[in-house]
């Protein structure tokens, strides 16, 4: 069983980039929307021009951003975990992931 978890583990070690910018970008699919609207109950005084900009800010430049920065960190965390624990680890990860999708979408 060892040495199927570490084949795995090996299988998954060189796409830690891929698998650190899938999961940044589902949780910016499962959570902007909140953000958006935080943003929004901020700015929705301001003029059109001001509220448009600041929009173009958040979404553009604020999630592509955090999207740049983050994504080799996570992979770098991602790197920490023992090369036998990493497949079931990332099968964890996206079930995570689909019950956070999950939960939201019911709310």
């Known amino acids: 069983m060892q040495?199927?978890?570490?084949?795995?583990?090996?299988?998954?070690r060189p796409h830690f980039y891929e698998?650190?910018?899938?999961?940044i970008a589902t949780l910016?699919?499962?959570?902007?929307a909140e953000v958006n609207r935080m943003v929004k109950r901020q700015v929705g005084h301001w003029h059109f021009v001001f509220r448009t900009m600041a929009f173009i800010l958040v979404c553009a430049f604020g999630y592509g951003w955090l999207t740049v920065w983050f994504t080799p960190v996570l992979a770098g965390?991602?790197?920490?975990?023992?090369l036998h624990l990493l497949a079931v680890s990332?099968?964890?990860i996206l079930f995570l992931l689909g019950f956070l999708a999950e939960r939201k979408r019911q709310l």
């Open 77 to 82: 965390w991602l790197s920490l975990i023992p």
């Open 28 to 32: 910016l699919v499962i959570y902007g």
């Open 3 to 12: 040495n199927v978890l570490n084949n795995l583990g090996l299988m998954i």
């Open 19 to 23: 698998l650190a910018m899938m999961i």
């Open 90 to 92: 990332t099968i964890g």
